[in-house]
């Protein structure tokens, strides 16, 4: 029987053993299921910063996991070995209670919590679900990093759930978005509905003739700080990677001087790799 996927946009209707856009998603037996339940290909005890999370629990470390798959399709993914893969991808099980144990025998190292990142963990929604209640059970916090493309619905259901959370904004027009497999209006409103619930920071690649005018970063900064004054915003540099191997890095100093631009609506602008 033929099923639509509700969790993001892209609404994926499905046949029998067909699978979605994300590659994690599959019509199964007329249910749509997540096929990397508990099938991490990274995890491991990482500094809270490295999320990026700088005004979170600064000088922690969390456990950080991850799978395969994603919904959109950016040509610059720094994780395409693991974001464009399928249920082929080599990984090891760890059901939600080994992640929850895991992360509790961590406490020793500093340890505060479960971060799910590497690829785009909402694909994975009922597992973040389920590792995020039992991790808070035990007391300890959940990060997510995350693309911001989801419904509004499940978005609700699960920020009860998360302590902090890092969007990726890759840009603030919707025909770049368009470009990447994405809708802008969407990850605006994942932040919006995210800053009413939790900690929010947000992160911002800069590709060179891509997203990178003055006039672009002055217009995202103002609308985050319209939503909330106090987030956070990295903005990062662009290396060459994956399908835009032949691009050149953002020069630095670009990147210095958006920064100040946006600096000027918000008061915390951290420029990553420079």
Known sequence: MRQTCELCFHHCTLEEGQTGFCRARENRDGE???INYGRLTGLALDPIEKKPLRRFRPGSMILSLGSFGCNLRCPFCQNHAISMADEDARTVFLPPEGV??????????????????????????????????????RGMVNVLVTNGTIEEKPWRELLPLLDAVNIDLKGFTPGWYRKLGGDLECVKRSITLAAETCHVEVTTLLIPGVNDSETEIRALSQWLASVAP?????????????????????????????????????????????
């Open 32 to 34: 749509i299921i997540c």
């Open 100 to 137: 929850a144990q895991q992360a509790a025998e961590l406490r020793s190292r500093r340890n505060i919590g479960a971060a799910y990142t590497y690829n785009e963990p909402l694909i994975g929604y009922e597992f973040v679900r389920d590792c995020a209640a039992l991790v808070r059970k």
């Open 230 to 274: 106090e987030i956070p915003l990295h903005l990062s540099r662009f290396f060459p990677r994956y399908q835009m191997k032949d691009c050149l890095p953002t020069p630095v100093e670009s990147i210095r001087q958006l920064a100040e631009i946006a600096g000027e609506k918000l008061p915390w602008v951290y420029t990553g790799n420079c």
